[in-house]
Each structure stands twice: as structure tokens, then as C-alpha cells.
């Protein structure tokens, strides 16, 4: 899949420099950890050895070493104030560009994360100190959906004005977390909170740890309570390690994304214990495949230890999803059968046709029929290219090809593209609807919004639903915080905590009751018979079943279909046991305290 938007971006490539006996930092950048007190004089010894200052930080410094190895640093910088000559290490953004999607620019969209974590089910409430602080490539003040005056920012005189993008993932990130409830564009995850933004990238695409440290510093001088990365690299940094600790022991909360290799390797600062790791699930509760997951055990044998602050703790949707970007920089497309609006995603060529619609089957050949008619085509046989031309070769103005296969096709015409005419992509679960149309209209056009695919994009989610949460209950702290997100994720994959789901996805509402009932402690303030609630629905080709405890004296429950445990959640949460279409049957549920043989009595479900 493509992502049209203007050719702006493409995925920055993973940079390895190799060296035999020596140990090159990347850049020949290093980070200088020394006393306050001292910092002048060793920045004038590293300058007079030919170093250019990058950042001055709080009890260190990071400069450029022009061909110098960390061996020949350290020996320049031999002095008893020096307290530590270690690699700067680069961090750089996380996030897969898909196909753009949708039409927030006439009427406000809410995105499916928001639904999925049950942000809709809980008010923020402003005014009780919550503030997000975003380390990225800064928000173009260009879109207008945000509480502008509730955000602020630091100048940078590397990557500039903080209000000025330096490529359109930092407004994507923060729209998620806190784009506006309004009439127009998306609504974030915690409407309105107030911001504070630190740009550390610029369109070359990278940062380093000694850039973050110097940023969690500012945050926090901000007043953030929140700090929110969608970024990471290889490579541990003591400075950036520390800083992110002493923020988290100051009552904060960081949260940072795992990665998008889709492999084991850790990602920092995501895999520092102090560093909420978030991993990104798509809309039907399946881990996304670029998701990293690594171990949470470290070392072998005997001195093996296992530490799940070091992996995956959580995930949220992040896998298409919409949100905010710089004005006119994403390409959005649009569909409409009979004056009502459908799901869609864009495949080529900018553009707007309304019309008639004519259903010319697969396509296969020219139809003068559709000539001025907007073509309904189904998938299959051809190529998407090849459906296109023959609707444009028979005077077609618009194309709306419809998946064969449950779900939204997402595609392209090939780099070898010949039409015209707008395409888009269109679900097979609204075929009928297009059969039955007598018009439609499809545009693929700019658009002040847009989707891209990532950790990146589940992270600002997570991050966003705990301020949403903390708003309701700021006597918290942001680690008590952090194990109510965990206590009551929806759990996924396999049951109970494990490396690709951590403890499941993220849950706005859970997490909400259960500090209601528990408070920050996590005390329980609700006795009371333990029991289950199973009810049974149907929407969009699925059946679901919410089961919904009460009264355990346990923060978390095993849920049984069958007698075989399907999840581990909260206590006094809600839980969605999902079926496909096609399935029918009859189904027991019960629930069980945590690894106990106390239980609810048993639920009967038949659909």
C-alpha cells in the first residue's frame, strides 16, 4: 500500500555503522556526563579538542567529535570531573504510512482507538492539572482542531519554531491524544488537555537519547505529568535512562512505543523499567505485525532474570489510524451511496465525481453503459489498474471497487498507473447498499487529516487515555496510574500477560470503575456477591457476548467459555468474547477469582 501524501515522506531506514575494534558513536556524537558546577570548564576542554556542542543539558552535555572514536573522547576528556563519556545514541520516529481514508473535513470523525479503548465512555475533566508533554517533530499550528490556548512549547534553535512541523507525525501524534470535541476533523482521546510540546525532529528524520533528556528536563519544567514518544532506536543511554527515572519518581508517567520491525529486539527509551512500552493492536483486537515484542527476560542460565517493565505492557489501535495533520499535507478520499456517507480508502488519482452509479460486474472489458456514471466494480480476475481503465476507457467519471472478502480493500493501481478518474476501495459488508445506490460520489482530495500505521500511533492512544483517566482522579500518581492501565487492559492473545499483547489492550472505562471502586491503592470500596452479567448483541457481522463481573475480591478475574479460560481482566469490568458471521451455538461462561476455584455461577448464551 501506498501513502499519497505528496511523495512528503518515506519510512527513514535503519542506519548501522560498522566497525572493527573501535566503537564509533553514530555521527561521532557523544554525551558528557559531569557536574554543574564543572560543566564549563570540560565544554571548553571538548571544544578546544575540536568538539561542537549540541545540547546543554541539565548535569551533562552532548557534543560532536569529528572522527573520533569513544576511546579517544574519554582520553581527551581524562579529568576527575568527568563523570561518564558514553555513546549519544539515535532515536528516530516510529510509524508505517498507509492509504488515507475518510472525510473529517466537513463533520467531526471519531476514530475506531477511541471506541476500542472506551474513551468515549469517560469525560475529561479540565482543570486538574493534567498535561501532556509530546517529544516529537513539533504541531503545526496550520490545523485548527486543538485547544490552542491550552498548549504551549519550547524554540529550539536546531530543529526551530516548536508550532512548526518538522513532518506531519508529531500533529498526527498529538491529534490522537488531544485533538479537539467539536464539530469538525477527529476527536482525541483526552479532548482539549492541555500540551506542551518539545520538537526534536526535523524531516531528516532522527534525534538522540541526550536530545530526550534535555526535553524530559523541559517538560517538566512545563508541568507535564504526562510524557509521550513515539520514537526509539538501539542502544541503552545512562543520562536518558536517569532522567526518564526521575521524572517517573516525581509522580510522572512516560509512555514510549515498542517498535515497528515486528521482531524480538528492544526499543528505547521504551525498554527502560521507568518507560511504559506500548505495543499496537488493530481494529479487531489483532496485534499488528510490525508490533515489536521482545523478551522480558534478560540474560541466560542462573543469572536469566525477568523484569515485564522491560516489554510489552500494553497495547491500543494503531493500525489506520485517522487523525490530525498539517493543512493540505494528507490525501483524503470520500464515499457516498444515496446521500450517505461509508468507509472508504483511497487507491489513485486526485479528484471528485458524483453521478449515477453503473454496476459493471468484475470490469473485464469497456461497457459504454457506464459512459458518465460512476462504476460500482467487484474485486476479482483483473487487476485493480486494469478495472479502472475499462471504466474510464467506457467514459466513466469514478471508480468504487468492493472487496470479495470480509473488510475494506485497501490497494493500489500500480506504479505504472495510466487513468485518471478517482478509485477507491470500499468494504464487501456494504455491497448492497452500492448495488441498490441510484447515485454516488467518491473524492479523493487534501486534507488537513489523515491516516499512517504504528507503535507510533498506539502510543499517543495510551498516552491519551491517561490523561483522560488521571483528569478524573488526580490524586493519583502517574505509577499507580500505569497499574490501573495494566490491571484492566482487555486481555488478548494468549491468556493472561504475555510478550506481544503485554497485558492486553488499553480500556478507558475499566480503568475508570476500577479506580472508583478501588481508589489509587487499588483497595476495594465496593463489597459485595461476587457474580457475572453475560449480554449478548449483533453488529457489523459480529456476534458479541459482554461479560461483566461484580463484587470479587480479587483486582482481577478468570473468564471461562466453556470451562476453558478465554481472558484474565480487571475486576468489575467489562469483557467482549467476539464471533465472526457464520458462527452459531450455545455457550457457557462463568467467572473465577484469580488463580482460585471461587466462582460466579455460570452464564447460558445461544445465538
Known amino acids: 500500500m501506498k501513502m499519497k501524501m505528496n511523495k512528503l515522506a518515506s519510512m527513514i531506514a535503519m542506519l548501522t555503522l560498522g566497525v572493527a575494534a573501535q566503537s564509533y558513536a553514530e555521527d561521532n556524537r557523544y554525551v558528557i556526563q559531569v557536574d554543574n558546577q564543572h560543566k564549563g570548564m570540560i565544554k571548553a576542554l571538548a571544544v ?65 482507538a477511541v471506541y476500542q479503548s472506551q474513551a468515549d465512555q469517560v469525560d475529561f475533566v479540565a482543570g486538574n492539572g493534567t498535561k501532556v508533554c509530546i517529544i516529537d517533530s513539533g504541531l503545526d499550528r496550520s490545523n485548527t482542531d486543538f485547544n490552542w490556548d491550552g498548549i504551549t512549547g519550547d524554540y529550539d534553535s536546531g530543529t526551530g519554531d516548536w508550532d512548526v512541523n518538522g513532518g506531519p507525525h508529531g500533529t498526527h ?25 518539545i520538537k526534536v525532529f526535523t524531516a531528516s528524520g532522527w534525534a538522540y537519547s541526550s536530545d530526550l533528556a534535555h526535553a524530559t528536563d523541559l517538560c517538566s519544567q512545563a508541568g507535564a505529568n504526562i510524557i509521550s514518544m513515539s520514537l526509539g532506536g538501539g542502544g541503552a543511554n545512562s543520562i536518558e535512562s536517569k532522567a526518564f527515572e526521575a521524572f517517573t519518581q516525581a509522580g510522572g508517567l512516560v509512555v514510549a512505543a515498542a517498535g515497528n520491525d515486528g521482531n524480538n529486539a528492544r526499543s528505547y527509551p521504551a525498554a527502560y523499567p521507568s518507560v511504559l512500552m506500548v505495543g499496537a493492536n488493530d481494529a479487531d483486537n489483532n496485534i499488528a505485525s510490525f508490533s515489536q515484542f521482545p523478551s522480558c527476560t534478560s540474560g541466560r542460565g542462573k543469572r536469566a532474570t525477568t523484569d515485564e517493565t522491560t516489554c510489552v505492557e500494553i497495547t491500543a489501535g494503531g493500525v489506520q489510524t485517522l487523525s490530525t495533520y498539517p493543512a493540505d499535507m494528507a490525501t483524503m478520499a470520500s464515499l457516498q451511496a444515496d446521500s450517505q456517507y461509508y468507509d472508504t480508502a483511497a487507491m489513485e488519482n486526485l479528484g471528485t465525481a458524483s453521478g449515477a452509479t453503473y454496476f459493471m460486474g468484475t470490469a473485464e472489458t469497456p461497457d459504454a453503459a457506464a459512459n458518465g456514471k460512476l462504476c460500482v466494480i467487484d474485486r476479482g480476475n483483473i487487476s ?3 478495472k479502472v481503465a475499462n471504466c474510464e476507457a467506457s467514459g466513466g467519471i469514478g471508480a468504487v471497487i468492493i472487496n470479495n472478502v470480509d473488510g475494506m480493500l485497501y490497494g493500489t493501481l500500480g506504479e505504472s498507473n495510466t487513468t485518471s478518474i478517482p478509485a477507491v476501495g470500499a468494504d464487501l459488508a456494504d455491497r448492497t447498499a452500492f448495488m441498490e445506490a441510484t447515485t454516488a460520489s467518491v473524492a479523493i482530495t487534501a486534507s488537513d487529516y489523515g491516516y499512517m500505521s504504528g507503535t507510533s500511533m498506539a502510543t499517543p492512544a495510551v498516552s491519551g487515555v491517561a490523561a483522560l483517566v488521571w483528569s ?13 492501565l495494566k490491571a484492566t487492559a482487555e486481555d488478548q492473545g494468549a491468556p493472561g500477560h504475555d510478550e506481544y ?47 461483566t463481573t461484580q463484587a470479587a475480591s480479587t483486582p482481577r478475574v478468570d473468564l471461562y467459555r466453556d470451562d476453558v479460560k478465554i481472558a484474565t481482566v480487571a475486576a ?13 451455538g450455545s455457550f457457557t461462561y462463568k467467572a473465577c477469582e484469580e488463580n482460585s476455584q471461587i466462582c460466579t455461577e455460570t452464564q447460558s448464551v445461544a445465538f
Open 48 to 112: 578546544k579538542s575540536g568538539a561542537d556542542i549540541k545540547v546543554d543539558g541539565n548535569g551533562f552535555f552532548a557534543a560532536e567529535f569529528p572522527e573520533r572514536d569513544l576511546a579517544k573522547v574519554k582520553g581527551l576528556l581524562n579529568n576527575p570531573h568527568v563523570r561518564l563519556v558514553e555513546e549519544d545514541q539515535r532515536r528516530r520516529l516510529l510509524s508505517l504510512y498507509q492509504d488515507d481514508a475518510g472525510d473529517p473535513m466537513v463533520k467531526q470523525l471519531t476514530p475506531y
Open 173 to 197: 501524534v498529538a491529534g490522537t491524544i488531544g485533538a479537539a470535541d467539536n464539530d469538525i476533523g477527529v476527536v482525541g482521546m483526552a479532548p482539549g488537555v492541555d500540551m506542551h510540546i
Open 384 to 386: 485493480f489498474h486494469d
Open 472 to 484: 478524573n482522579f488526580p490524586e493519583c500518581t502517574g505509577s499507580e496510574i500505569r497499574q490501573v
Open 501 to 547: 499483547f503485554g497485558y492486553g489492550i488499553v480500556k478507558a472505562k475499566a480503568a475508570y470503575d476500577y479506580l472508583q471502586n478501588h481508589g489509587c491503592s487499588g483497595q476495594d470500596t465496593s463489597p459485595g456477591t461476587f457474580s457475572l452479567t453475560a449480554d449478548y448483541g449483533f453488529a457489523r457481522g459480529k456476534h458479541t457476548v459482554t461479560l
Open 572 to 584: 468489575s469490568t467489562s469483557y467482549e468474547d467476539t464471533f465472526g458471521r457464520k458462527v452459531s
